[in-house]
């Protein structure tokens, strides 16, 4: 019956022959066979859905110029028995049978030269093997064989297939090969385009393994192990517009080099473990900034208060999440800094009332001795400080209370600088001279005083003399009522350590005044 299976075939053309599903037992498939087919044309034969027992090195000796060739359900394969096709551009082989143990035997590949589509499924290892050599036309490689795949299938397998375009290695157990191999063998495939590697059982993914992989542009990783993803071994795959990362156990994902991925576009994460926190807070903003398409959405495993939520739309507080040392530093060393600011203002600004302070302080807990003045031809109980239009009520008030009343006790011995100061001198020189010629220091504040230099000048000399004797001697008059907000910053100083008085019209007020002035001359006096 088989023998008459292809008669009439002889020296035809045949485009393509499918003998499938046709429930064929075949226990040897020699070139006997196929001796209907001699001297026939016949490009595309596919036998699938049979029962194959055997397969000899001379079964498809008639057939040398088929180009695509599909096998299952077969037993054994002999080692040669591809050699004698030259011409094939494709060929699958899937479904060995269980039931039959042949011996082990290794079947050759390495003759076809002109393959360009290979595909290997559900072959056991124990049963046989392949050599594969130097394919260099080879584009596309499927391998799908239950069980473990080791380091020397592995090495052969792909250390001469440096054309790959495609690889899809997919329901096999890479757990046994070392990173190190791993790397070499993949590292090698600088072609490649697309890369499956789903259900192989990766727990990780070796650093370096990509690093070749620049004209990858979709990568699958689906049902794998992963756990932790570090996006750096996607730093040399520019090209990636897939990524297929679903059904791992992805508890976290590093973003720092999906950020450089620019033509991302496709990113599956569907049932993975993702724990919400604090560390996945970088990756959710590159996803809700970039143009990825996420498959089915992304939703949080953890924490249980976030369960079910989008990844793109989940929110931690920021006390849980920034590092509460550094924030403890930068809060105190920021509040350090404004109180040393203060302290510095406050310094700069109360200089002057905080030295005489310390200055009164001091003198009132170890008091001080007053030396007379030697040599000094004139002696003042005070220095009058006043502007020249303020002089018409100096001499005719003021001189006619202090110097010119019937009060032996309570006559005081002024220095004018329009009559004391010695002529021909410098200003200043008659002004530090006679300051320190006398024991006080009465200053008449005007608004005509307020403009004049040379009052300013004045009232500093007798700043300077307070730090510099330790004595307070600065009385204040004020013959006109000026708003604070007009008096200079000095002047508010002093009124907050010294004596001042204010003129005021009226008899009553005016003899308060002058009593006032007196016992403060006075009291002064009798310190010294």
Request: overall charge positive; proline content about 3%; aromatic content about 12%.
């Amino acid at each position: 019956m088989i023998s008459n299976l292809f008669a009439g075939l002889q020296n035809a053309t045949i485009q393509a022959l499918h003998l499938n599903f046709l429930n064929l037992l075949v226990p040897v498939m020699d070139q006997a066979f196929f001796h209907g087919l001699r001297h026939t044309i016949l490009y595309n034969l596919e036998i699938v859905g049979n029962y194959i027992q055997l397969i000899t090195a001379d079964a498809f000796v008639h057939l040398d110029t088929i180009r695509y060739l599909a096998l299952d359900n077969f037993g054994a394969i002999e080692n040669d028995t591809f050699c004698i096709l030259p011409q094939l551009r494709r060929l699958i082989l899937k479904d060995a049978l269980r039931n039959i143990k042949p011996k082990h035997n290794t079947v050759n590949l390495n003759k076809l030269h002109y393959l360009q589509s290979l595909t290997i499924k559900n072959i056991q290892d124990f049963r046989m093997s392949f050599k594969f050599g130097r394919l260099n036309k080879l584009r596309a490689l499927t391998y799908s064989n239950p069980g473990k795949l080791n380091k020397t299938i592995l090495t052969n397998m792909i250390s001469g297939l440096t054309s790959l375009t495609t690889l899809n290695v997919y329901n096999m157990y890479l757990g046994y090969i070392p990173d190190t191999t791993l790397v070499q063998c993949f590292q090698k495939l600088k072609k490649l385009n697309r890369l499956f590697l789903a259900t192989v059982n990766l727990e990780t993914l070796p650093d370096g393994i990509f690093d070749n992989m620049h004209r990858v542009y979709y990568l699958n990783l689906f049902n794998n192990r992963l756990v932790y993803l570090d996006s750096a071994v996607f730093r040399n795959m520019k090209s990636l517009v897939t990524l297929i990362l679903s059904q791992n156990r992805l508890v976290y994902i590093d973003a720092t080099y999906l950020i450089t991925l620019k033509n991302l576009k496709n990113l599956a994460l569907k049932k993975n473990n993702i724990k919400c926190n604090c560390d996945l807070r970088p990756f959710r903003d590159w996803l809700n900034h970039a143009a990825s398409t996420l498959n089915g959405g992304i939703l949080c495993n953890s924490p249980p208060s976030l369960k079910g939520t989008p990844i793109t739309s989940y929110e931690t507080l920021w006390i849980d999440c920034d590092n509460h040392v550094v924030i403890v530093i930068v809060i105190s060393v920021t509040l350090l800094l404004i109180v040393d600011l203060i302290i510095a203002f406050a310094v700069v600004y109360f200089w002057w009332d905080i030295k005489y302070f310390w200055i009164v302080r001091r003198s009132k807990r170890n008091g001080y001795e007053h030396l007379p003045d030697v040599g000094n031809d004139e002696h003042y109980d005070a220095f009058v400080s006043y502007n020249h239009e303020d002089s018409h009520w100096v001499r005719t008030k003021l001189l006619v209370n202090l110097e010119n009343e019937d009060f032996n006790s309570l006559r005081f011995k002024l220095c004018l600088h329009e009559r004391d100061f010695i002529p021909g001198a410098f200003i200043a020189d008659n002004i530090v001279n006679n300051m320190d010629r006398s024991d006080e220091m009465v200053f008449i504040i005007s608004h005509s005083f307020l403009n004049s230099s040379w009052c300013s000048y004045e009232l500093d000399v007798a700043q300077q003399k307070v730090m510099d004797d330790k004595q307070n001697m600065i009385i204040l008059v004020f013959l006109e009522r000026i708003p604070k907000r007009e008096l200079p910053r000095k002047l508010k100083r002093i009124m907050r350590h010294v004596t001042y008085l204010d003129w005021v019209e009226g008899d009553r007020a005016r003899d308060i005044f002058w009593k006032k002035l007196k016992i403060a001359l006075h009291s002064k006096h009798e310190e010294y």
